[in-house]
């Protein structure tokens, strides 16, 4: 099993910069990519941005130029740096892990953008 924790969530006004962490514990040797989702009020959840165990990163369109993932091997930690945020960026975060075809969700942390 996977444990992960996400943190760094709060509130941040229109225009400004989070950085969300999650880390991972328990049995999380082998995870073979990382990433976020996230899911707003009222919305479905969405792919937000991956990044596999070699450091090739991806992100869900609107996050393109926005957000930067990256990732510390070594504390098997992934981290989401947001920038420029918006009004429709508010939503819980969730931190997702794959290993082996197997999926493991974090519990969410909340970002709010608001005024």
């Known amino acids: 099993q996977v444990q992960l924790a996400e943190s760094g969530g709060g509130l941040v006004p229109p225009g400004g910069s989070l950085r969300i962490t999650c880390v991972a514990s328990g049995n999380e040797r082998n995870i073979q990519e990382m990433g976020w989702y996230r899911q707003g009020p009222g919305k479905r959840r969405e792919w937000v941005a991956s990044i596999t165990f070699d450091g090739r990163t991806s992100y869900g369109d609107s996050m393109k130029g926005r957000f930067n993932i990256t990732k510390d091997n070594v504390k098997t930690a992934v981290y989401l740096q947001m920038h420029s945020l918006t009004v429709e960026d508010t939503a819980v975060y969730y931190c997702?892990?794959?290993?082996?075809?197997?999926?493991?969700w974090g519990t969410g942390t909340l970002v709010t953008v608001s005024s």
């Open positions: 997702n892990a794959r290993k082996f075809s197997v999926d493991y």
